[in-house]
């Protein structure tokens, strides 16, 4: 079962950001199914087994790290072309995500923390209260200026 499931009230009404925000649930469904998978009995299996999972693990982080940048971007692009007022305190709260999943991803790849369940209720709490809290607030601006 997926850890974040994508529903219609996510919906910002400008298909690429909602594809966008699919792909992003997607990319968190998948490193948590690897977590889940590494946490499992490892008694059973080999250590490439283990190392693989780890390595796919670490891919998949540097994927959320890099598709989070690359989503942003679209973001506040549409804002700069739209002249949207929002966009100056919307790219800061960007800015802070961008900031504390490299330092999760920094020290993941280096040992220092191990991906938990309080990490993967963090980043699905910011995902889905950016998405109907933050995001939910340009839609009605952006679609008055014909983007959907």
């Known amino acids: 079962m997926a850890f974040i499931t994508w529903s219609n009230e996510y919906s910002v009404n400008i298909k690429e950001i909602d ?34 999972i780890r390595s796919d693990i670490r891919r998949v982080f540097a994927k959320l790290a890099d598709y989070t940048n690359y989503h942003f971007r679209t973001e506040e ?10 966009f100056q305190v919307h790219k800061r709260q960007h800015n802070e995500l ?3 999943v ?15 369940q309080e990490i993967f209720d963090f980043l699905k709490e910011w995902l889905i209260n950016h998405i109907l809290v933050s995001d939910k ?9 014909g983007v959907f």
Do not use: C, W
Request: aromatic share 8%; no cysteine.
């Open 77 to 86: 692009e549409l804002f700069k072309t739209h002249n949207y007022p929002g």
């Open 98 to 100: 961008v900031l504390q």
């Open 102 to 116: 490299l330092e999760l991803q920094r020290r993941f790849l280096k040992n220092e923390v191990s991906i938990t």
């Open 19 to 52: 594809r966008q925000h699919q792909f992003l649930i997607n990319i968190v469904n998948k490193m948590h199914e690897l977590v889940m998978a590494d946490a499992g009995d490892s008694a059973n299996r080999s250590e490439s087994d283990i190392k693989r």
């Open 137 to 145: 607030e340009y839609t009605v601006f952006l679609n008055a200026k």
